[in-house]
């Protein structure tokens, strides 16, 4: 059973990839690598122990999609392609809303025209890689599915607006069934350290730049806000393995596949780490020392974020397994073994 993966070569959709192998089913990569690596196709193969099938082209134009659905007939489509860093949002807002919310309009279309045509394949099926930065700031913790949506940035703006439109499709169009999960944080590599999460250019999340300075080629991090209110007042976040995360993933194509209605699940561990802890574990999982230094707060960024992940639990039968010290020691492994990652 094929199933797609927009955006496939990236971070987690790679992982994802391998997952799926993994769980019986045949993943089919779409990318463009414009935010990823085709080095990555080559370490896909080697996981899974034969080549994994490419289409190369981008989520905004239409009719090619169609035409990759008609070839493949995916039983359905996980969709990942987009741009995702928070900061960058902020300064290039219009960039975010293009690439995120008319890639997502263009693939949704594709599908419509392909099953709901004439000779429709089976009902359309999707994953949407969304977000917990939906929530915006919220008053309390652990955040559940049913908390109030607001957003503090334009990434979360366009995670949201697709997320309407979701809603949208499938209040017109019964036959669609979506699975949208809200990631928390996601962190950590393929414990084989051929796959992982090499960034173009600075890193924009915690972990990796943190292994960059680890692995020697940043000299240091920089914390940005030790004032929040918090216990050590740095921003407390839900980590969640990558592995777990992918793993969620085939758990919620199951759920559709055996006929689950449309749901909206977080995907977290429920428990929360400071960027400080992060360091000091990630100092224990290297070896390395990693010097910090403490800058201004960046705007979009909040205090506190953590799951409430038991719908998950209950929905898909899911639930993350790996801790802070299997993330920091599988993301050490992976930027260890290839420290310009995969330009190495």
């Known amino acids: 059973m094929k199933i797609l993966l927009t955006g496939g070569a990236g971070y987690i959709g790679s992982h994802t990839a391998v997952a799926l192998h993994e769980a019986g089913f045949e993943p089919v990569v779409l990318d463009d690598f414009s935010n990823s690596h085709p080095a990555v196709m080559d370490r896909l193969a080697r996981l ?54 008319e890639g997502a309009i263009s693939l949704l279309r594709a599908m419509e025209s392909v099953h709901l045509g004439p000779q429709p394949p089976g009902p359309p099926m999707l994953v949407f890689s969304g977000s917990a930065t939906v929530y915006g700031d919220p008053a309390r913790m652990p955040i559940t599915e049913d908390f109030p949506l607001s957003h503090t940035n334009p990434y979360a703006h366009s995670k949201r607006v697709i997320e309407e439109m979701l ?37 924009n999340n915690l972990m990796p730049y943190v292994a960059q300075v680890a692995v020697g080629r940043r000299p240091s991090l920089t914390v940005f806000g030790n004032d929040y209110p918090t216990p050590d007042g740095t921003g407390q976040r839900d980590y969640i393995h990558v592995q777990d995360l992918a793993e969620g ?58 799951a409430d992940p038991s719908l998950a639990e209950r929905l898909l039968g899911w639930k993350a397994r790996l801790g802070l010290e299997a993330m920091c020691a599988d993301a050490w492994r992976w930027q260890s073994g290839n420290p310009q990652g995969y330009a190495d």
């Open 48 to 101: 899974t122990g034969r080549p994994v099938a490419l289409e190369r082209g981008s989520v905004l134009d239409t009719e090619w999609l169609e035409g990759v659905l008609r070839r493949h007939a995916p039983a359905a489509v996980v969709h990942f392609a987009g741009v995702k860093a928070v900061g960058e949002s902020v300064a290039q807002p219009l960039k975010y809303f293009r690439i995120n919310i």
């Open 249 to 306: 993933h085939v758990a919620a194509l199951r759920a559709l596949l055996a006929g689950t209605g449309s749901f909206t699940v977080n995907l977290g561990t429920g428990r929360p780490s400071s960027v400080l802890e992060v360091v000091r574990a990630f100092e224990q999982a290297s070896g390395r020392p990693v010097p910090v230094q403490i800058g201004p707060r960046r705007p979009g960024d909040i205090a506190r974020c953590w």
């Open 167 to 203: 809603q949208a499709v499938c209040l017109a169009q019964p036959l669609w069934r979506v699975g949208v999960l809200r990631y928390f944080n996601p962190v950590g590599a393929h414990p084989s350290g051929l796959i992982g999460e090499d960034p173009a250019g600075i890193p």
